[in-house]
């Protein structure tokens, strides 16, 4: 997880003067995004409510009337960070008394932290959480008439239902990869996780509007979409005759969708990894042969703390069927260190399960005691040995994400181009299996898939040359 400004530019669109501030309608927005896809997802979401109100996106924080800080609170003192940012920020605003600037935070520290950022931080006129940012024009029209406004409340309405549409030169200007929202919240609870405290219960979108919404981002030249939830494959959306849907039903109806190559999803739960699903890895080409699915540990003991629901042999039995449907899939996953209660012979219980699935990506983490969840209230880990776990087990996943990479040269294959890359003359794209590749090219490649030929490989990407001839390029990804 990474810090992020956001860059995007669109211009705005007519009318919309404020209530309050007439003649205004060329403001600058600055949002700096924090955390998980979900919340890139949320502001890229909240830039295009902004835009009809006549706010243009600035990447300069001191040219902004707005700024946004949408933030993360999954782990870490990422509360601090905020407090420190806004710091910076009131600093700013108090070096040009002239200026009038909003600044709002949104995000999962807003929903945590409520009215407490604004007692803390003077400097701040809107606290919103995440259930809440389809109503920021008016939220933030009430915050520049003097009054502090916080807004965490779960709303009854659906936030879904008043977004505004991009206009497709916007939408192309994000990239041909785009992350749609299809489920929000958690009910597993978990024990270390502030997640369903921030985002609520398990919620699906309907169908027909993600299929609506997947159709404008493919007409306006998107190629891969990346399905996103706290636990997507928990999804169960409700279509119009009230029949559930799984996200396998979803990922086979957006497949039709003509133009639309690859379809990602992510974060998926064990227990919610379904039969159909795991079929629709074998039977569904779009369906990329990726899958992220978080482990956390390799020890029944703390897993059973952690209450996730299966053990470790649950885990890699579900893995062995997963590969039987998929053969080529990469998996990737989380790990938690230190968690309370974590002895040694429980660590090497995870570093067995590393051995034994063979992971091609993932993430680890320290464990970080998040206020409210259970987990803190536990006797914790010594910071000094999760310090040393942590290292431990990513010296062990970096070789093999090394060894993943490594085993891709002098392979053929697939890549979906989209964008320029680090050098000139250079164009990035990604591999069926996530892999960033590198090719000398030219931008007329960018949203197509083409056979590339692997010639080395680094430990966070590839390089490669082009091995197929233009014209076969126009086809879905083949397997
Ligand atoms: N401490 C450390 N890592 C955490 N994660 C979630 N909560 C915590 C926490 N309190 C990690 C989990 C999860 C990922 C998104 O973040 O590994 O899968
Ligand atoms: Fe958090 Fe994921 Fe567990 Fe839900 S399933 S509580 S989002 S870690």
Redesign the pocket.
């Known amino acids: 997880m990474t810090d992020q400004i956001l860059r995007r530019n669109f211009s705005p669109a007519a009318g919309g003067a404020e209530h309050g501030v007439a003649g205004q309608d060329n403001r600058k927005l600055f949002i700096r995004s924090f955390g998980c896809q979900m919340n890139s997802y949320d502001a890229a979401r909240m830039a295009d409510i902004m835009a009809p109100e006549g706010f243009t996106e600035t990447t300069t924080i001191e040219d902004a009337d707005l700024i946004v800080l949408n933030t993360c609170h999954i782990r870490e003192r990422a509360a601090e960070k905020i407090y420190s940012e806004l710091g910076k920020i009131r600093e700013m605003k108090d070096a040009a008394p002239g200026r009038r600037v909003t600044l709002a935070v949104a995000g999962c520290v807003a929903q945590a932290e409520g009215a407490e950022i604004i007692r803390r931080q003077k400097a701040v006129d809107l606290v919103v959480g995440p259930q809440n940012y389809h109503r920021l024009p008016e939220l933030v029209r009430r915050a520049r008439c003097g009054q502090a406004v916080v807004e965490t409340e779960f709303p009854v309405e659906n936030k879904f239902d008043h977004l505004v549409s991009p206009a497709p030169a916007k939408t192309r200007s994000r990239g041909v990869a785009a992350f749609v929202t299809v489920q929000e919240g ?1 009910d ?3 024990t ?2 502030v ?2 405290y921030t985002r609520g219960a398990e919620s699906s979108r309907p169908p027909d509007a993600v299929v609506s919404e997947v159709e404008t981002l493919v007409a306006a030249g998107v190629r891969e979409v990346t399905l996103l939830g ?2 997507v494959n928990a999804y169960h959306g409700a279509d119009g005759a009230g029949r559930g849907w799984s996200l396998a039903m979803l990922a086979r109806r957006l497949a039709d969708i003509p133009g639309l190559l690859r379809i990602r999803y992510t ?1 998926s ?1 064990p227990s919610d990894m379904g039969d159909d699903l795991i079929e629709a890895h074998r039977s569904v080409g779009a369906l990329m042969p990726f899958l992220h699915l ?1 482990v956390q540990s390799g020890s029944d003991r703390i897993l059973a703390a952690m209450n996730r629901k299966h053990t470790a042999a649950e885990y890699v039995a579900l893995i062995a069927r997963i590969r039987t449907s998929r053969p080529d899939i990469a998996l990737s996953s989380d790990f938690i260190v230190g968690f309370p209660g974590e002895t040694e012979e429980d660590f090497a219980q995870t570093l067995a399960l590393v051995e034994t699935v063979g992971f091609a990506s993932t993430f680890s983490f320290k464990y970080s005691p998040r206020p409210g969840t259970p987990g803190a209230g536990l006797t914790q880990v010594d910071e000094e040995v999760k310090r040393d776990r942590l290292a431990r087990l990513q010296a062990v996943l970096e070789a093999r994400r090394s060894a993943f990479n490594a085993a891709a040269v002098g392979r053929r294959v697939e890549v979906l181009f989209e964008k320029a890359g680090r050098h000139p003359g250079q164009f990035g794209g990604r591999t069926p299996h996530l892999q960033a590749v590198h090719v000398d090219a030219d931008a007329s490649l960018i949203g197509t898939v083409r056979t590339v030929e692997i010639i080395s490989a680094g430990p966070n990407s590839l390089y490669g040359r082009l091995a197929d001839r233009a014209a076969d390029a126009s086809g879905p990804a083949s397997r």
């Open positions: 958690c597993k609870f978990c270390f996780c997640v369903p706290q636990n974060t739960h978080p």
